[in-house]
């Protein structure tokens, strides 16, 4: 079961520049049967992508890339990874890191998933976000959600003993679901008593705008590995 719906779609002016004018910043990666699909044997040695060795942290579906280049930009000791499956949203972020000036953010145009599990080594990272998940709201699509018990095994491995996972929802029963999985994985403890407060490194995107005009709670939620 994939986790993501692959969204075409045309890029606009912008885009198209930043996409062949950024494109050292897209690590491209062997595919597998489609273009978001990663080869099982793929490789990247990040060390050398980024030139030095740096804490490594990975955002999952990040749009336009508000939060990862904001963070990229305040935090330039720190390397970024973003798995984007909709390319038009990974040009867009590629613009706003020539306009802000960050080099030390990397894009790949797949799936987080897959990326997370063929690409980023075991306790390698010190972050990992996931920020608005598509909510798959349909009951009958709950199973397409990318937050389950599997995945945070996934993400168990991939932190370092103390690394945090970073999450938010405006959809207070997927929220809920989150919190069910996370509360009783082993490999996390949650950081806060319940739900985090927001998180001030999170900027407020067109989604999350969307989600409060709709008159839904944001939850933010934020889990650390266990030792
Ligand atoms: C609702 S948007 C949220 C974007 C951003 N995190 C924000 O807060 O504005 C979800 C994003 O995740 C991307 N996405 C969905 N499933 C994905 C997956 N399995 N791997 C990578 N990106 C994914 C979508 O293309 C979309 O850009």
Redesign the pocket.
Known sequence: M???VR?SGRMNASQQRAWAGQSDFVVRVPVRSSS?SIAPDADVDWTAEFGRTAPLLV??????G??IVAHAEAHPDVDHVV????EP?AASTLGRMARHGVSNVRLVV????E?LTVLIGPRSLTELWT?????WHKARHHKRR?VTTAFADLVASRLRPSGVWRL?TDWADYADAMREVLDVHPGFENAHAGWAPRWPGRPL????AKGLAAGRQVFDLCYRRRG
């Open positions: 994939v986790s993501f969204r978001t955002e999952i579906g990040g749009g336009t508000h939060a798995f984007e499956v909709h949203s797949a799936d987080g998933v990326g920020f608005f998940p598509d909510p990318l938010a995107t067109k989604f999350e």
